[in-house]
T-cell receptor, first 114, second 115 residues
Framework: EAQVTQNPRYLITVTGKKLTVTCSQN?????MSWYRQDPGLGLRQIYY???????DKGDVPEGYKVSRKEKRNFPLILESPSPNQTSLYFC?????????????FGPGTRLTVL | AQKITQTQPGMFVQEKEAVTLDCTYD???????LFWYKQPSSGEMIFLIY??????QNATEGRYSLNFQKARKSANLVISASQLGDSAMYFC????????????FGAGTRLFVKA
């Protein structure tokens, strides 16, 4: 089944404890991105990647890192999480970087930072 | 500047009736894509339907259709024969050639289907 997977789905952690949210897609998509969704602020892009080893900042990159060593994986790293990073996170992918290509979303990761 | 506007925070519809969710957009690009996503209470973001800026026909996918009026910059979603399972948050979204090809989203419309 074609899909985007994320792990973990739920995570409660404490301030400063490094964590990684994994994202993987099995559709051979070139373009991958991370979004966070917050009440009243909607969905905002954190980072995106147009292909392997090509990543760039989105609208809210502060406090996050990403890497794209393989086409299928695009992990999101929080080196020192803070409470303001409590959010619902989505990984998404599309076949190519194109305005007319659909982004497919993973199931989401609910992160709480205490 | 890119912008998506959904002016209906909440909508009610009777089961088996049709409902229209409004969406207007703004972009200076000639090539762009318009999308609708459904977010049920479980939280996942489900793709429903796509309309390309150069498509002359309105898109349809089962009970979903997109009423695309390019001159008015509107892309309304029509759900026919509403079902209880359609109760969810619906997001209109757009992707153009700016900002790293990100998808930008409207604020969403919460749809309630009444039995």
């Amino acid at each position: 089944e074609a899909q985007v997977t994320q792990n973990p789905r739920y995570l409660i952690t404490v301030t400063g404890k490094k964590l990684t949210v994994t994202c993987s897609q099995n559709m051979n998509h070139e373009y991958m991105s991370w979004y966070r969704q917050d009440p009243g602020l909607g969905l905002r892009q954190i980072y995106y990647s147009m292909n392997v080893e090509v990543t760039d900042k989105g609208d809210v990159p502060e406090g996050y890192k990403v890497s794209r060593k393989e086409k299928r994986n695009f992990p999101l790293i929080l080196e020192s999480p803070s409470p303001n990073q409590t959010s619902l996170y989505f990984c998404a992918s599309s076949l190519i970087a194109s305005s007319t290509d659909t982004q497919y979303f993973g199931p989401g990761t609910r992160l709480t930072v205490l | 500047a890119q912008k998506i506007t959904q002016t209906q925070p909440g909508m009610f519809v009777q089961e088996k009736e049709a409902v229209t969710l409004d969406c207007t957009y703004d972009t200076s690009d000639q090539s762009y894509g318009l999308f609708w996503y459904k977010q049920p209470s479980s939280g996942e973001m489900i793709f429903l339907i796509y309309q390309g800026s150069y498509d002359e026909q309105n898109a349809t996918e089962g009970r979903y259709s997109l009423n695309f009026q390019k001159a008015r910059k509107s892309a309304n979603l029509v759900i026919s024969a509403s079902q209880l399972g359609d109760s969810a948050m619906y997001f209109c979204a757009m992707r153009d050639n700016t900002g790293g090809f990100k998808t930008i989203f409207g604020a969403g419309t919460r749809l309630f289907v009444k039995a």
